[in-house]
T-cell receptor
Framework: AQSVTQLGSHVSVSEGALVLLRCNYS??????LFWYVQYPNQGLQLLLK??????LVKGINGFEAEFKKSETSFHLTKPSAHMSDAAEYFC???????????FGEGTQLTVNP | EPEVTQTPSHQVTQMGQEVILRCVPI?????FYWYRQILGQKVEFLVS????????KSEIFDDQFSVERPDGSNFTLKIRSTKLEDSAMYFC???????????FGSGTRLTVV
């Protein structure tokens, strides 16, 4: 079974500041890990994914995440926040390719001018 | 960029009525999914579909739910007798293979009254 915990349901940063959204996972098998973003009234857009290749994964819009097995973490970062980054971010885990995604609770990111 | 299209964007139905949610996955994709998100809660897996049959389903996906790919392009979710607790945003997703992140549609907001 897999599960995901996202620490912090709301994160607020200033424009230009570092964005750090935390995700810890639990999986009985080597995990596949994903970050999705949801803008208001829109679907879930894939930001990046980890599928057992490089542990540092680069995604769209300047985001990246690092898979740390020892910490069971997959935190999402962006060096400099932009106003357009304001959205809800979901971490998700899958136990095998093609199988169900288990989502975290989501983190609402607010970017202040 | 190819999209997963869901219709309608919002549907209101009376309790006990049947409802069909429609999705057009990306044309060369082979794996299809339905997820739902009850307001204020996590995104939850419902069902996955491959090679014209259900490959995995969750505990939520009981006998009231069914899926179909009737014509090679549409992928539908039917709820036979809706309950108030079926009110949620329903997301369709598709994937070209089992190693790829999904592409999600924008969702159908179902309101059962």
């Amino acid at each position: 079974a897999q599960s995901v915990t996202q620490l912090g349901s709301h994160v607020s940063v200033s424009e230009g500041a570092l964005v750090l959204l935390r995700c810890n996972y639990s999986s009985s098998v080597p995990p596949y890990l994903f970050w999705y973003v949801q803008y208001p009234n829109q679907g879930l857009q894939l930001l990046l994914k980890y599928t057992s290749a490089a542990t540092l994964v680069k995604g769209i819009n300047g985001f990246e995440a690092e898979f740390k097995k020892s910490e069971t973490s997959f935190h999402l970062t962006k060096p400099s926040a932009h106003m357009s980054d304001a959205a809800e971010y979901f971490c998700a885990v899958s136990g095998a390719s093609g199988s169900r995604l288990t989502f975290g609770e989501g983190t609402q990111l607010t970017v202040n001018p | 960029e190819p999209e997963v299209t869901q219709t309608p964007s919002h549907q209101v139905t009376q309790m006990g009525q049947e409802v069909i949610l429609r999705c057009v996955p990306i044309s060369n994709h082979l794996y299809f999914y339905w997820y739902r998100q009850i307001l204020g809660q996590k995104v939850e897996f419902l069902v996955s579909f491959y090679n014209n049959e259900i490959s995995e389903k969750s505990e939520i996906f009981d006998d009231q739910f069914s899926v179909e790919r009737p014509d090679g392009s549409n992928f539908t979710l039917k709820i036979r007798s809706t309950k108030l607790e079926d009110s949620a945003m329903y997301f369709c997703a598709s994937s070209p293979d089992s190693n790829y992140g999904y592409t999600f549609g924008s969702g159908t907001r179902l309101t059962v009254v």
